[in-house]
């Protein structure tokens, strides 16, 4: 199975900062890479799909960029309702699997 | 929209089957443009795919390697809603478990856009 190393584990940041997760993969996996946020008692939500691409109704200030094997994810400025958990994706030849996820915590 | 209720036991006792259903509403289960999958989350194994079924001219199910000796997802198109069985748990099984969507997209499955609110499933006696 491929495996997903996301940092950091925890972030925290000031609202209007730019926050940055990174996700690496264990082998290339083009840009098959999710990136979802989740709010404490709440399921996942999908944010960016195919490494960069915004989902519907998602805010702008969300981000995604890379392939191959590493992958970055971007706040553009820091909003109080962005305090969640976000972990990536992703999906290769019926396998998928997750980070552990970065937990974000206003300062 | 679509909606995804979830339903079933939140206590199992060891050994015993866990089962949960997952209703769609805004979809079928039937469709050729969807798959239906289960995942679980736990703090010790995070985010994990169990498994999923999906449409395309028959049925098809596949199964993470993790649970493939335990596991059974079901379609039930009388009841637009699909279900999952998993065989023998032990405490380890002890997870919320959410069904959740994957829309085709460019011929595969990549992603999950619709999802459960999920269940947390304890496995004690």
């Known amino acids: 199975d491929i495996q997903m190393t996301q940092s950091p584990s925890s972030l925290s940041a000031s609202v209007g900062d730019r926050v940055t997760i990174t996700c690496q993969a264990s082998?290339?996996?083009?840009?098959?890479l999710n990136w979802y946020q989740q709010k404490p008692g709440k399921a996942p939500k999908l944010l960016i799909y195919?490494?960069?691409n915004l989902e519907t109704g998602v805010p702008s200030r969300f981000s995604g960029s890379g392939s191959g094997t590493d992958f970055t994810f971007t706040i553009s400025s820091l909003q109080p309702e962005d305090i969640a958990t976000y972990y990536c994706?992703?999906?290769?030849?019926?396998?998928?699997?997750f980070g552990q996820g970065t937990k974000l915590e206003i300062k | 929209q679509v909606q995804l209720q979830q339903s079933g036991p939140g206590l199992v006792k060891p050994s015993q089957t866990l089962s949960l259903t997952c209703a769609i509403s805004?979809?079928?289960?039937?469709?050729?443009?969807?798959?239906w999958n289960w995942i679980r989350q736990s703090p010790s194994r995070g985010l994990e795919w169990l498994g999923r079924?999906?449409?395309?001219?028959?049925?098809?199910?596949d199964y993470a390697v993790s649970v493939k000796s335990r596991i059974t997802i079901n379609p039930d198109t009388s009841k637009n809603q699909f279900s999952l069985q998993l065989n023998s748990v032990t405490p380890e099984d002890t997870a919320v478990y959410y069904c959740?969507?994957?829309?085709?997209?460019?011929?595969?499955?990549?992603?999950?856009?619709?999802w459960g609110q999920g269940t947390l499933v304890t496995v004690s006696s």
């Open positions: 079924t999906y449409y395309r001219s028959k049925w098809y199910n």
């Open positions: 959740a969507r994957s829309p085709l997209y460019y011929g595969d499955y990549k992603k999950f856009d619709y």
């Open positions: 082998q290339d996996i083009s840009n098959y």
């Open positions: 994706q992703q999906y290769d030849n019926l396998s998928y699997t």
């Open positions: 805004g979809d079928s289960v039937s469709s050729n443009s969807a798959a």
């Open positions: 195919d490494a960069s």
